[in-house]
């Protein structure tokens, strides 16, 4: 039994040991407070006066601008409430468009801006084409894909001649006009290909009733 005893003792202290080292820290998470979850806001949590914001592409040329009177950004969908927006598009290769409206929206990862408030995108003019004007109450643009399209009436007018529609997509990459429902169209002779040109040429706006 003296053999024993120090095996014992040694085992009892061991064992109030790690009872003491539970209990210590037990006490001390139940005593520090945690940070609460974060909370998603659907409040503003960054907001900006006049801005400028730039895209470019991998070898640093710019792409897209966008800019506007007040810019208030919101956690809760990532998205960024803009007055007074204008988007500018300048990608290689393409015609420069610039949209205006008195409210936007970004969002989707900056892939897309909804125009809200008298929308108006200006194409200019190119050494081969004039330059073309889209109206509507909202106008959608997806700078990356170079493309506008709206969902709502819209007029569009190209040097002498009109289209008002219902529905369009805008491909600024190959210059096709999509109108899903026409309802008044006024085409100059003046924006017609000339006769000189090649027979087999697509017009440069093509129309889908």
């Known amino acids: 039994m003296k053999e024993r005893l120090p095996a014992l003792i040694a085992l009892f202290m061991l064992l109030c ?120 109450s909202e106008l959608i643009i997806y700078p990356e894909k170079d493309i506008i399209e709206t969902d709502k009436p819209a007029t569009v007018i190209q040097g002498n001649s009109r289209m008002n529609g219902k529905g369009m997509t805008y491909n600024n990459k190959t210059r096709e006009l999509e109108v899903y429902a026409n309802t008044d169209v006024s085409i100059s002779s003046k924006d017609l290909p000339s006769k000189s040109s090649n027979t087999d040429q697509a017009p440069e706006e093509n129309t889908r009733p």
């Open 17 to 136: 040991l790690v009872i003491t080292t539970w209990w210590a820290a037990d006490y001390a998470q139940r005593s520090i407070p945690l940070d609460p979850p974060a909370r998603i806001s659907h409040e503003p949590d960054a907001w900006s006066g006049h801005f400028i914001m730039l895209s470019s592409d991998p070898n640093g040329v710019p792409q897209n601008r966008l800019e506007g009177d007040a810019m208030q950004h919101f956690p809760h969908n990532d998205s960024y409430e803009i007055v007074n927006a204008v988007s500018t598009g300048q990608r290689p290769g393409s015609a420069i468009t610039t949209g205006r409206a008195d409210h936007a929206t970004m969002f989707n990862n900056d892939k897309t801006i909804l125009m809200r408030g008298n929308a108006h995108l200006h194409r200019f003019p190119s050494d081969d084409t004039s330059a073309l004007d889209i109206t509507s």
